[in-house]
């Protein structure tokens, strides 16, 4: 990947649990793969000059932060919760959660929580603290670890937790009365890293790979053939990445048309193409798509 005739070692973290797959197949979608070896936690990465290790989402915060990883994935809602300095590199858009607070309907008084002093409890510490502060509530945090939204009605009267869908919590009969943040799965480097010329050109071309893929993911490719008549109105409603690819045909006044288009896009695009004078239009899935 480096230009480097030297290139240093970098040192990739991996999480653990929920996020793992899905960083795993991001990663395929790169051209990296990940093998199970027998040391267990350090899979075998086919990326020369990397290793990897797979780490608890926390630990690989830690562990980027003391500088003993380069590179890793983590959430942001735990360097918030942590109060990490870590450089983002990028916003994989993995793992979509909210940082909510919430609470059991029946001791809501107007959506609000009772004008009492009340018990939160979060697998988030120091965030909790700090709404619980910014909301000047007389309050106490509950540090839990995993299943907090059992904790209600009994144990404490409120929550913060994250939720994707927030299935989880309608079971527990628990209302959303406040909003955090959003967050998702980021890449982080360690600073270290990143003051280190070898190691950070590595790193940007690392990033540059893993963004190519997920700009791919929201696109297709299309090609169409359209009369060289109908070229200038069909290429009116193509969107591209900058301009449409137009290569003439064997047939003369025809050509063929190709161009990255927003998956989201498809459906309000086709019929205005095809009213416009394209045809024979193909649409394909795109590995990875570099500026």
Request: hydrophobic residues 40%.
């Amino acid at each position: 990947m480096s230009s480097n005739p030297d290139p240093a070692e970098v040192r990739l973290a991996l999480p653990k649990g929920r996020m793992f797959d899905q960083v795993v197949d991001l990663l395929k979608s790169a051209g990296i793969s990940i093998r199970n070896s027998q040391r267990g936690y350090r899979p075998n990465i086919s990326l020369a000059n990397f290793t990897a290790k797979i780490l608890k989402p926390r630990n690989v915060i830690s562990m980027l932060d003391a500088g003993s990883r380069d590179l890793g994935f983590a959430g942001q809602d735990w360097i918030e919760e942590t109060g990490t300095e870590l450089v983002e590199l990028l916003d994989t858009g993995l793992n979509p959660v909210r940082l909510i607070v919430a609470a059991p309907h029946q001791i809501l008084e107007d959506g609000k929580l009772p004008n009492r002093k009340i018990t939160v409890a979060s697998e988030y510490p120091n965030l909790a603290q700090r709404w619980i502060d910014q909301n000047k509530l007389d309050a106490e945090v509950l540090q839990t670890f995993g299943a907090t939204e059992v904790f209600p009605p009994e144990d404490a009267d409120c929550i913060m937790d994250n939720t994707s869908t927030g299935s989880t919590l309608r079971a527990n009969g628990l209302e959303i009365i406040d909003q955090l943040m959003t967050s998702s799965t980021r890449l982080y480097a360690s600073k270290a890293a990143m003051q280190d010329p070898a190691l950070k050109e590595q790193l940007e071309d690392f990033t540059m790979l893993i963004k190519a893929v997920l700009q791919a993911r929201g696109r297709v490719m299309m090609d169409l053939n359209v009369a060289q008549e109908n070229l200038e109105a069909v290429c009116g409603f193509l969107p591209s990445m900058r301009t449409p690819t137009v290569s003439p045909l064997s047939d003369t006044g025809w050509v063929a048309v190709r161009a990255a288009i927003l998956r989201k896009d498809l459906a309000e695009i086709i019929p205005k193409l095809k009213n416009a004078g394209a045809c024979d239009i193909v649409t394909t899935s795109a590995e990875q798509l570099v500026p």
